[in-house]
């Protein structure tokens, strides 16, 4: 939440307004039509708001502006990585920490505890899907992946990633499916277009060499 605010502060410079005082003037800073506006209601959202507010930060992945749009998926991540229970945010921490240095069996353990005291929880079943790709064990990634987008159907991380396992797979038709849905919640993510277009033609190429 820190690291949002000093980033935007940063990027600005002195020209930043004031950011707003209050939850409505932070709504009202949404429709501004000035985009450092717009930019410092993204970051008071993403410190201050909760799981319900995530559409407001949705809406801002289509703004004109590609610095705002950097700070609504930024905002989003940090929304989706709050509890709101301490003890559950320290395990979360934990698991990083793990499966950062490599100790997947261990954060997988660690994950399994937060899913199994905060179930409605979409970002614990995220991370444990994440170390699961990471294992080479697809198959619980995707299941997790599946009850992350129970919880969280705009969860653009969870999307994209079902289509990175289903292209190690080796199921392309799936993958670029699934990639295209994740662009449809968030249309920034290069790296994802990327894969679209060498999906489409790897498959190109596949169906016109078996005509």
Not at 81 to 100: P, T, Y
Not at 121 to 135: I, S
Not at 180 to 187: G, K, M, S
């Amino acid at each position: 939440m820190v690291l949002l605010g000093v980033a935007l502060t940063i990027a600005a410079g002195s020209a930043f307004p004031e950011p707003p005082r209050s939850r409505t003037e932070a709504l009202q800073y949404l429709k501004d039509a000035e985009t450092t506006k717009r930019a410092e209601a993204v970051v008071w959202i993403a410190n201050h708001g909760a799981m319900s507010d995530a559409p407001l930060l949705h809406e801002r992945l289509r703004d004109e502006s590609a610095f705002v749009r950097t700070f609504a998926e930024q905002g989003l991540w940090l929304l989706w990585s709050r509890s709101g229970d301490g003890a559950i945010d320290q395990l979360m921490a934990r698991g990083v920490e793990q499966m950062q240095i490599g100790d997947h069996r261990a954060a997988i353990a660690t994950f399994s505890e937060v899913v199994a005291k905060k179930p409605d929880f979409a970002e614990g079943w995220n991370k444990r899907a994440t170390v699961y790709f990471l294992a080479g064990d697809y198959e619980k990634s995707i299941a997790d992946c599946g009850e992350v987008l129970k919880r969280n159907p705009g969860h653009f991380g969870a999307l994209s990633g079902l289509g990175q396992i289903y292209s190690r797979l080796e199921d392309y038709d799936k993958a670029l499916a699934w990639f295209r849905r994740a662009l449809e919640v968030n249309p920034n993510m290069v790296g994802v277009e990327f894969e679209v277009t060498r999906l489409q033609t790897l498959l190109k190429e596949r169906r016109g060499k078996s005509i």
